[in-house]
T-cell receptor, first 113, second 111 residues
Framework: NAGVMQNPRHLVRRRGQEARLRCSPMKGHSHVYWYRQLPEEGLKFMVY????????ESGMPKERFSAEFPKEGPSILRIQQVVRGDSAAYFC???????????FGDGTRLSIL | DAKTTQPPSMDCAEGRAANLPCNHS???????VYWYRQIHSQGPQYIIH???NNETNEMASLIITEDRKSSTLILPHATLRDTAVYYC????????????FGTGTRLKVLA
């Protein structure tokens, strides 16, 4: 039973480039959540998606950040024109439905040069 | 802001029980208590959750006070691999999907 798969595990970008982070939920899970963690802090919610729908994006910065979860394929978190402050660990979680516990991947560590 | 309060750090001797407290005095009737842990550089790992009854699984036990204002996560025989940051989270069963993480308790298991 594969868990939540995130790739890449580490991503290095220069300021102004785009970052694409991928998340494949656990088998049978159709609910995906993205969180961001800065060093020495707890995780902060960004966005919640179901297949082809954004349900809650209250934690997403208004600009440069977007997320999708297409009918086929992984969920994508996209950061355009990255800045140094975007350096963080980005975690994806999935659940079978909204009331069930969320299961997390091991994250993508984004470093901005 | 997180609705939970946890001590920032705790030590526990290997083989002994680790008891991690969590205060959630403003918990609502439809909110569950969830526990996760995060081992360095990994994603949070689900441990256990409960509403008002005590719960036990292969990893831990969860004791919730009768007034539900606090809970304790018990690791019955702590090992070095249990060294991690432990997060206590309250969340409604439905209607609000996100977890709000606090700063957690950094548990160090000592040999």
């Amino acid at each position: 039973n594969a868990g939540v798969m995130q790739n890449p595990r580490h991503l290095v970008r220069r300021r102004g480039q785009e970052a694409r982070l991928r998340c494949s939920p656990m088998k049978g899970h159709s609910h995906v959540y993205w969180y961001r963690q800065l060093p020495e802090e707890g995780l902060k919610f960004m966005v919640y998606l179901q297949k082809e729908n954004i349900i809650d994006e209250s934690g997403m910065p208004k600009e440069r950040f977007s997320a999708e979860f297409p009918k086929e394929g992984p969920s994508i978190l996209r950061i355009q024109q990255v800045v140094r402050g975007d350096s963080a660990a980005y975690f994806c979680a999935s659940s079978r439905d909204e009331g069930q516990p969320q299961h997390f991947g091991d994250g993508t560590r984004l470093s901005i040069l | 802001d997180a609705k939970t309060t946890q001590p920032p750090s705790m030590d526990c001797a290997e083989g002994r029980a680790a008891n991690l407290p969590c205060n959630h005095s403003t918990i609502s009737g439809n909110e569950y208590v969830y526990w996760y842990r995060q081992i360095h550089s990994q994603g949070p790992q689900y441990i256990i959750h409960g509403l008002k009854n005590n719960e036990t699984n292969e990893m831990a036990s969860l004791i919730i006070t009768e007034d539900r204002k606090s809970s304790t996560l018990i690791l019955p025989h702590a090992t070095l691999r249990d060294t991690a940051v432990y997060y206590c989270i309250v969340r409604p069963f439905s209607g609000t999907y996100k977890y709000i993480f606090g700063t957690g308790t950094r548990l160090k298991v000592l040999a």
